[in-house]
């Protein structure tokens, strides 16, 4: 099964449990590390359904490395891996069991197909660093990113100073959300965050399969549980139309954002509203 032309990202959340404990975590707050997960051979056999091209296939979570299928799954896959983690584990385990050439090699400059993030409060700055370093020295492709928070622009300061010195790549990510009443971010659609519920009519270029195997089209029904009509265990045709919504105006700010598209080509936004 051919993905639409117009899915330009992929994500597979194995798990939405995680080592970290953050008391802004959105999948704790929400209950969503209680999720029921694939087990590898299901993730495996569903994926292998779905044509995926030239398009990367990028595992998450919660933290993705806590799943007990974790090497079986990016070993197995047919596509292209990229890889979103805390980077709290064995790395020398990883290392033996993951191949680098099972990750994505872009020649585009920049660009990394590991991203370890930074969770200030969470992470151990000079620990993450030596990870980081030891899976480069290992012909992996990895760099760390951190999320410009007005909280923690000291701290971030603080990593990009130490990851300079280390020969590491450091890059922040907008700050997503509402500080002191402020909303920090840059959206297509601000009024989709505004709380007040309307309907819409809206397409994404985006591919969402939870741990379950449901298949969701943007961020706010994949943390809701909502609206998906589609699971990996029972494949239909994935299409790249418009939908009703009755929920605009609740949006998750991850569909609205406007971001640095994925291969560094420019500012964009995976939803399309009318």
């Known amino acids: 099964m051919k993905l639409p032309k117009e899915i330009n990202y992929a994500e597979m959340y194995l798990t939405f449990r995680c080592n970290f404990a953050c008391n802004y975590c959105i999948n704790k707050i929400s ?8 087990s590898g051979e299901e993730w495996i056999k569903g994926l292998d359904q779905i044509d995926f091209g030239d398009l990367q296939l990028t595992i998450g979570g919660g933290e993705p490395t806590l799943h007990k299928d974790f090497f079986q799954i990016i070993n197995n896959l047919k596509p292209k891996v990229e890889l979103l983690t805390n980077m709290n584990f064995d790395v020398d385990r990883f290392i033996e069991n993951a191949n680098p050439e099972r990750f994505n090699t872009s020649k585009t400059p920049f660009y990394h197909s590991i991203r370890a993030s930074y969770h200030v409060g969470n992470s151990v700055p000079e620990e993450l660093v030596k990870r980081v370093k030891r899976l480069n020295e290992h012909k992996f492709n990895a760099a760390i990113f951190g999320v410009r928070h007005p909280y923690t622009i000291n701290e971030n300061m603080q990593m990009a100073w130490l990851c300079a010195k280390n020969g590491i ?18 959206y297509k659609y601000p009024e989709g965050l505004n709380g007040k519920k309307k309907e819409a009519d809206c397409r994404v270029r985006e591919l969402l399969i939870a741990p379950d195997g449901d298949i969701f089209k943007c961020h706010r029904d994949l943390y809701h549980s909502e609206n ?12 790249y139309d418009f939908r009703k919504c009755n929920n605009f105006g609740e949006c998750n700010p991850c569909d609205l954002k406007l971001k640095t598209n994925k291969y560094l080509g420019g500012i964009d936004c995976q939803t399309e509203i009318k």
């Open 31 to 38: 209950g969503l590390e209680k999720r029921t997960e694939l």
């Open 169 to 186: 790549p450091f890059y922040e990510k907008d700050f997503l959300g509402k500080v002191n009443d402020k909303f920090y971010g840059f």
């Open 228 to 239: 998906s009509d589609n699971n990996l265990k029972e494949l239909k045709p994935i299409t």
